[in-house]
């Protein structure tokens, strides 16, 4: 983008804007190979009866840091070309299970013209309009 483009995209944003979300419903062979692919050995998100049965889980547990890479996907997607992450940061309150569906948003609470950053508060939400894990971010435009 040019930067008349990138220019006017930080001028026309304001605290409260909010920013698409993004349905995830996981299934446990995109679990496997996401954690497989972290070398996260962890039977509860790979083998449902210890899950279940030693674990005491209603079933296979999402793991954590792929709800932190769908917050970081929903901003990139927002961002586009026109800025980057400089920091987020997450916490994982609420255990999720294969067959839900969580959603990742967020909306801007700051924005600094000056130093051409926003500050933005982002989530996952489950089913229930849950938020079960809660974050924020700094992004700053090109």
Known sequence: MNEAA??????DLREGDELPTRA???????????NAVLWNG???HFDEPYAKDVEGYPGLGIAGPML???????????LGEDG???SIEY?????????ETLTAGGRVIAVDQNVR???????IKNEADDIITPGQAVVRFH
């Open 91 to 99: 916490s994982n309150r609420v255990a999720s299970y294969i067959g």
């Open 24 to 34: 995830h419903t996981p299934d446990n062979v995109q679990l496997m190979l996401y």
């Open 84 to 86: 980057r992450i400089a």
């Open 68 to 78: 932190g890479d769908w917050l970081h996907q929903c901003l990139e997607e927002w």
């Open 6 to 11: 990138n220019t006017d995209r930080i001028a």
């Open 42 to 44: 962890h039977r509860i």
């Open 117 to 123: 950053e926003a500050t933005v508060d982002v989530w």
